[in-house]
C-alpha cells in the first residue's frame, strides 16, 4: 500500500508506505462484538466511484476540497501525482484492480476509487463504428484480455469485428479474445439438390452369314443308305439297317460357312432374325444346299434419372444424408480362410457445409452423388489354394465385387435465401462400331456386303446439378405432411372386386391436393 502526503506546492513523490486501511466511513458494516468499531469494504462508502484507467494512460481527479493524503494499495498496478492540494492524477502502470483513498487534513475520506487498469478501448470502439456501422457490439478488457459482446447482423460483420480487435491488440500482445458476439440473421439453412440425368443408347446390329454344301462333277461313289422292309401287311418300315449304293457322280464336295459375330455387344440381342435355305436334290439325293443367315437390329432407348435430397443444418455446421444402400467388400483374410470385409455405400448421397453471410448470402460447400452398383468393371477372383510356410492349406475363397457408376460434384458456392444455380452440368458422347469382315470378298460391289458384320453402340448423357439454399425457421407440428398423410388400406370388398391397394388420395385421377402433401417436408422456406 502506498501513501502521497500532501505538500504544499505541486509535486511528484515516490514515497509508499503502510498506511490506514480505511478512515472514519459514513456506511460500515457493524461486526457483532466489535460495538464502535466500523469497517469499510472496498467500493462500500458514499465517495466510492469505479473507474477504469487505460494502460499507460492517466486520469485527472479534481476534488471540491483540499486532500492531505493519497493512499494506493498496489502502485504496481496504478500510480498517482499530486499536482495541486485539489488535483491528482492516475495513472495506469499495469493490468489489473487496485483501490485508492484520498483524506483530507482531519482524517475524512474524501474519495475511494476502484481503478482497473485495462487496455483503453475508445479507438478501437471508434473505428468499429466507423467500418462497420452495423454490429452493435462492445469491446471490454478483463485483466489484460479482450471480451467482445454484443450482436453482428451477418458473418460477415462477425468475422472483421474479430479481425479489427486483433489487429488492434497485436500480434505481439499474449491477450486472450473471448468473442461472445451473436449473429442476428437466421441460421438454419434448408438446402434443396435437383439432380437430373438423361441417358440415350443407340445399338444397330447387321450380320450375314453365309453356309453352303456344294457338290458336283462326274465321278461315282456310294453313300450310306437306309434299308426299308415290309411289315406282316407289306407296309414298308425302317428297320434301323444301311446298306452301302451307288450315289450321284461328283467331281468335288465341301462346306462354306462364315461366322462373322458382334463383338461390341458380345452377342446378337434380337431384332430380325432372317434365314433362307435353297436345298437341290436329284432324285431323293441331296446334290447341293446354300444357305443365309441375316440379323438385324436398331434398338434406342431413353434413360431419366430424377433425385432431390434435401437437407437442413445450422449455419457453420455440416450435414451428410444417403438414400440407397452398402455392399461389402473383403479387405483382408486371416491363416483359417476368414474374410474381413468392409461396407461401402452407394446411392443418393449429399453433403453440405452452410455459412450465413447475411440475410441476402450465403455460402455453401457441397457435395453431391448419384451411384449404382454396375457389372460392368466388377472384379473377379478365383478360389485359390495355398500351403504355407508352416505346411497349413490356406484356401481363398473366390469373390465377385460390383463396381460403382458415380455422378459426383463437388463445390463451394455463394447464393441468396432462395436462389438457385446449377452447381454442375455434363455433357458425354461415346460411341463403339466394329466391322467383321472376310478378306478379299468385303471388297466386291453390292455383295461384299453379304460377307460383312457391323455392330454400333452409341452412348449420349447429359447430367444437370442445381442446389437452391433456404433459410428457414421451425414451424408447428400441425403445419407438417408427410407422404403417409392421408393413405389408407383399401377394405377387403375393394380388394377383391376393385383391385384397389388402397384409398384414393385424389378423385377421378385428380392431383394430390396441397393439403394432403407438402414437400419439403418439416419447414417453412422464405
Known amino acids: 500500500m502506498g501513501t502521497l502526503n500532501m505538500k504544499p506546492r505541486n509535486s511528484i513523490t515516490g514515497l509508499f508506505v503502510l498506511a490506514m486501511a480505511a478512515s472514519t466511513p459514513s456506511f460500515a458494516h457493524a461486526e457483532p462484538g466489535t460495538q464502535g468499531t466500523r469497517i469499510t469494504y472496498p467500493g462500500e462508502s458514499e465517495s466510492s466511484q469505479r473507474v ?54 482531519y482524517g475524512k475520506q474524501l474519495l475511494n476509487l476502484e481503478i482497473g487498469v485495462e487496455m483503453d478501448m475508445a479507438n478501437l470502439h471508434s473505428t468499429i463504428a466507423r467500418l462497420v456501422p452495423g454490429a452493435r457490439v462492445k469491446v471490454e478488457g478483463m485483466n489484460g484480455n479482450i471480451v467482445i459482446t454484443g450482436n453482428a447482423s451477418n458473418l460477415t460483420e462477425f468475422d472483421t469485428v474479430e479481425r479489427l480487435v486483433k489487429a488492434y491488440v497485436g500480434s505481439g500482445n499474449n491477450a486472450d479474445i473471448v468473442n461472445m458476439m451473436s449473429i442476428s440473421a437466421k441460421d438454419q439453412v434448408l ?20 453356309s453352303g454344301s456344294p457338290t458336283f462333277g462326274d465321278l461315282g461313289k ?9 411289315d406282316a401287311n407289306g407296309v414298308p418300315v425302317n428297320a434301323e439297317t444301311t446298306t452301302l449304293e451307288p450315289g450321284l457322280p461328283f467331281d468335288y464336295s465341301g462346306n462354306i460357312d ?86 461401402k455405400p452407394y446411392g443418393v448421397g449429399l453433403g453440405f457445409t452452410p455459412v450465413v453471410l447475411s440475410e441476402g448470402r450465403i455460402s455453401l460447400k457441397v457435395s453431391t452423388e448419384v451411384s449404382e452398383l454396375s457389372s460392368q468393371g466388377a472384379y473377379q477372383a478365383a478360389s485359390t489354394t495355398t500351403v504355407d510356410s508352416d505346411g497349413n492349406v490356406v484356401t481363398q475363397e473366390g469373390v465377385t465385387l460390383p463396381a460403382l457408376t458415380v ?46 458384320s457391323r455392330d ?62 407438402r414437400s419439403p417436408v418439416g419447414f417453412i422456406e422464405e
Request: net charge negative; hydrophobic share 40%.
Open 407 to 452: 455422378r459426383r460434384a463437388e463445390s463451394t458456392i455463394e447464393l441468396p435465401s432462395g436462389g438457385s444455380m446449377m452447381m454442375a452440368g455434363l455433357i458425354q458422347s461415346r460411341s463403339r462400331q466394329n466391322l467383321d469382315q472376310l478378306p478379299g470378298l468385303k471388297k466386291l460391289p453390292v455383295l461384299g456386303a453379304l460377307f460383312q
Open 258 to 343: 462364315t461366322g462373322l459375330s458382334f463383338p461390341v455387344q458380345g452377342r446378337s440381342i434380337g431384332g430380325l432374325n432372317t434365314a433362307f435355305n435353297y436345298a437341290n436334290y436329284v432324285g431323293g439325293d441331296l446334290q447341293s444346299a446354300v444357305g443365309v443367315t441375316i440379323n438385324a437390329l436398331e434398338r434406342i432407348g431413353v434413360v431419366k434419372t430424377l433425385a432431390e435430397p434435401n437437407m437442413v443444418a445450422m449455419s457453420g455446421e455440416s450435414a451428410k444424408f444417403l438414400a440407397g444402400g452398402e455392399f461389402p467388400v473383403p479387405i483382408g483374410q486371416d491363416n483359417n480362410g476368414r474374410i474381413t470385409i468392409e461396407f
Open 456 to 517: 454400333f453402340l452409341q452412348e449420349e448423357t447429359e447430367l444437370v446439378v442445381i442446389v437452391t439454399p433456404y433459410l428457414v425457421d421451425p414451424t408447428a407440428k400441425n403445419q407438417l405432411r408427410t407422404p403417409a398423410d392421408g393413405y389408407a388400406n383399401a377394405s377387403d370388398a375393394k380388394t377383391i372386386f376393385f383391385g384397389k391397394l388402397n384409398e384414393q388420395y385424389g378423385k377421378d385421377g385428380a392431383p394430390v391436393d396441397a393439403s394432403d402433401y
Open 52 to 105: 477504469t484507467l487505460g494502460l499507460n494512460k492517466s486520469m485527472v481527479i479534481d476534488l471540491d476540497q483540499p486532500a492531505a493524503d493519497v493512499v494506493i494499495t498496489n502502485p504496481k498496478i496504478a500510480d498517482a501525482v499530486v499536482q495541486t492540494a485539489q488535483r491528482i492524477i492516475f495513472r495506469g502502470v499495469s493490468y489489473g484492480q487496485t483501490n485508492a483513498f484520498v483524506f483530507d487534513q
Open 222 to 230: 456310294l453313300v450310306e443308305k437306309q434299308l426299308f422292309l415290309p
Open 191 to 210: 438446402l434443396e439438390v435437383r439432380i437430373v440425368e438423361m441417358q440415350r443408347n443407340a445399338v444397330k446390329q447387321l450380320g450375314v452369314n453365309l
